[in-house]
């Protein structure tokens, strides 16, 4: 398998600003399709450029019945390859072949149940009831009023006559109810459909093929040149050291710096998965900066302050170390897919929220490095499928997110060792605890925050005034919003009662209840 095959068949995904854009894409990788997303507003050269098999125009948050509204682009439809419209790119798609589109009074948002029509080249190989009943996610306010010339109406509910059409002889599809979202039943299946039988795909986008093709490439790109990595422990970067173990072996530095902030053993994890007799074979080194990060925020009060120095030291730290190791030419990072979308949006105007990231942001320029980004074309979902592919430990690949500023925007206010170490037990009981009861991979995050407010609490007949440790868990997809995860009382409980009785400086417990928004799931 060369480069070029597993990228040859590929799908655009046309972005009109829907939330599900990027599950729309997931879906294809998940049947074994390459696709890419591109804004809207992509030019016609870009788009013959990239020779796409098939189109799918993703839903978005306005309306074709007002004027300056996204439109798709010009060629688009007449490129002779088959194109899916999802709700808004479906709307789209009728009024620019003469159909029309009206807004209703009442926007349509749930579970509905379409009828499909028997003649459907799209929905034919979906497994309905006898009423050719198939469960679906609805979202939307317009709906498509008529079709336009050579379009079929192939589904429809009581309220949505019109959801969904097909072109009787062009490969011209659209869909009202949104596949995506695991809400519509065989939603899977649909894009297989699409993605494999009418783009005539091969499923060819698989874990054992990406890394083979990432492998290949990585050879190439590298040839005999040492390769530097900033380890932090985290699912991208690990992916991103087994992945290059596999490719250059002892030709990958890692470095990995302790920088006081870190979780309890995650130091001894690290060390221990990429150690020199284990499966991977690299070269680690352990720089410990501990008393340097720490010395640095002595008094710093100010979150983002905070964020910046130990952004900051990290770069200093790992900079001096790099310096040490004089024949390297190449730094690589952790980058994936979602963050390339959105610095691509960010530069379009059109980003919504823009995380302050801890990374090794500038340094390639400033050390005169290349830079080799393994993941960059890959989900996070991808990212752990390569990650268990290329032997990494479970915990390891489905770990939940640690922000780089680590225990540091997780103590309020000024970071000072003996908070670090009570936190860092805290926070080790709750994880144990939620394992112990099967919750940690049921709930998205999950973690301790030291609060250095002094509560009273009660020990035999003495009052003792101590600090108070929060407790946070959330459901999300995306991370953008998220839900407080209603964990067991009794689970609670437990957490609560260790954590009073193995650490004598905490008085009180408390669990927080805050959605995202308008709470952030961090508490800095
Ligand atoms: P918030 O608190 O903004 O967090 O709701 C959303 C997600 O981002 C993580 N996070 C960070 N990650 N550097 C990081 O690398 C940071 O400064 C940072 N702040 C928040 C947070 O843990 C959550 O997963």
Partial sequence: MTRSNIHDQRLLVIDFGSQYTQLIARRVREVGVYC????????????????PRGIILSGGPESVTEGATPRIPEGLLDLGVPVLGICYGMQAMAVQLGGAVGGSDVREFGHAVVEIASNSRLLQSLDLDLNRGLPVWMSH?????????GFNVTASTASTPIAAIEHTERPLFGLQFHPEVTQTQQGVEIYRRFAIEICGCDGVWTADHIVTDA????????????????????????????MLSRAIGDQLTCVFVDNGLL????????????????????????????DEFLDRLKGVNDPETKRKIIGNTFIDVFEREANKLTDVAW???????????????????????????????????????????????????????IGLHLGLPRELVFRHPFPGPGLGVRILGEVCRTY????????????????????????????????????VGVVGDGRRYEHVIALRAVETVDFMTARWAQLPYALIERVSNRIMNEISTISRVVYDVSSKPPATIEWE
């Fill in 331 to 385: 730094l690589a990072q952790g980058t994936i897919y979602p963050d390339v979308i959105e610095s691509a949006a960010s530069q379009h105007g059109k980003a919504h929220v823009i995380k302050s990231h801890h990374n090794v942001g500038g340094l390639p320029e400033r050390m005169a490095l290349k830079l080799i980004e393994p993941l960059r074309e890959l989900f996070k979902d991808e990212v752990r499928e």
């Fill in 36 to 51: 890419e997303i591109y804004p809207f507003d992509i030019d016609n050269s870009a788009l013959v450029a990239f020779a």
């Fill in 141 to 149: 306010g317009d709906k498509v009023l008529s079709a336009p010339n």
């Fill in 420 to 455: 670090v170490d009570v936190l860092r037990e805290a926070d080790a009981i709750f994880l144990e605890e939620l394992r112990r009861a099967d919750y940690y991979d049921r709930v998205s995050q999950a973690f301790a925050v030291y609060l250095p407010v002094k509560s």
């Fill in 263 to 290: 979780r309890k053993n995650e130091r001894d994890e690290v060390e221990a998965t990429f150690a020199p007799s284990n499966t991977f074979d690299v070269k680690l080194v352990t720089v410990d900066a501990q």
């Fill in 215 to 242: 492998i290949n490439h990585i050879r190439d790109l590298v040839g005999d040149e040492k390769v530097l990595l900033g380890l932090s422990g985290g699912v991208d970067s690990s992916v991103v050291a087994a």
